[in-house]
């Protein structure tokens, strides 16, 4: 029960002043209304506590990103050394064998 009726209520006796108290208490609860959702300085400092809890977490997580991307940027470098070296064993095999052809068909064709 609102509180503009509470007053009627109390005052029915007499019906035009209970009426009139009745609507501007109602008039009242209508304005404060919205006020009630106004945050405090305790809920905003709540807000920033919580916050900076969050903040702290994240940061933490992201160091922990940060050495694994860095485990992972190592562990692929070393495969690219170990690509790149087994590349030129390969290359240099073949001009090996592409010069031991070449040789072959020149002392072929004299």
């Known amino acids: 029960m609102s509180l503009a009726v509470k007053v009627y209520e109390a005052f029915k006796d007499?019906?035009?002043?209970?009426?009139v108290l009745s609507e501007?208490?109602?008039e009242l609860e209508?304005?404060?209304?919205p006020l009630r959702?106004?945050?405090t300085k305790g809920?905003?400092?709540?807000t920033k506590l919580a916050l900076q809890k969050e903040i702290?977490?994240?940061?933490?997580?992201?160091?922990?990103?940060?050495g694994e991307v860095e485990r992972v940027r190592l562990s692929l470098e070393?495969?690219?050394?170990?690509?790149?070296?087994?590349v030129i064993k390969w290359v240099a095999g073949l001009l090996v064998?592409?010069?031991?052809?070449?040789?072959s068909v020149i002392a072929l064709l004299r």
């Not at 007499?14 to 009426?19: G, L, N, S, T, V």
């Not at 209508?30 to 209304?33: E, G, N, Q, T, V």
């Not at 070393?78 to 070296?85: C, G, N, R, W, Y």
């Not at 064998?97 to 040789?103: E, F, H, L």
């Open 14 to 19: 007499d019906e035009k002043k209970a009426k």
């Open 24 to 26: 501007v208490i109602d």
């Open 30 to 33: 209508s304005r404060i209304a």
């Open 37 to 39: 959702d106004v945050a």
């Open 43 to 46: 809920d905003l400092e709540v």
């Open 56 to 66: 702290e977490q994240v940061r933490k997580e992201i160091e922990q990103v940060r």
């Open 78 to 86: 070393k495969e690219i050394e170990q690509v790149k070296a087994s």
């Open 97 to 103: 064998v592409q010069t031991g052809v070449i040789v």
